[in-house]
Nanobody
Framework: QVQLVESGGGLVQPGGSLRLSCAAS????????MGWYRQAPGKQRERVAL???????NYADSVKGRFTIARDNAKNTVYLQMNSLKPEDTAVYYC????????WGQGTQVTVSS
């Protein structure tokens, strides 16, 4: 079973930036489409971005042009660079393989507020 550990969240003002990291155990990480997801209070978890082993990406319309997903297979780590943050980006952010095939980690809280 792959274990996922997210980090890098925090409190940031609107317009600010954060870089999230997700470390995955196990070398099978590199063969999976990896994704970032988020869950705001009272809402369902939603997919934010996907990144395939071949570098193909897919972003939710709400984050296109502001967020960038990347991976470092040597470190079994996937990143989410978040720029021009908005209050509506406030949520707990999680990573997982596409479809959420592994157990979810604890997530990392991102709060965008002035």
């Amino acid at each position: 079973q792959v274990q996922l550990v997210e980090s890098g969240g925090g409190l940031v003002q609107p317009g600010g930036s954060l870089r999230l990291s997700c470390a995955a155990s196990g070398s099978i990480f590199r063969t999976y489409v990896m994704g970032w997801y988020r869950q705001a209070p009272g809402k369902q978890r939603e997919r934010v971005a996907l990144l395939g082993p071949n570098g193909s990406t897919n972003y939710a319309d709400s984050v296109k042009g502001r967020f960038t997903i990347a991976r470092d297979n040597a470190k079994n780590t996937v990143y989410l660079q978040m720029n021009s943050l908005k209050p509506e980006d406030t949520a707990v952010y999680y990573c997982n393989a596409a479809g959420g095939v592994w157990s979810w980690g604890q997530g990392t809280q991102v709060t965008v507020s002035s």
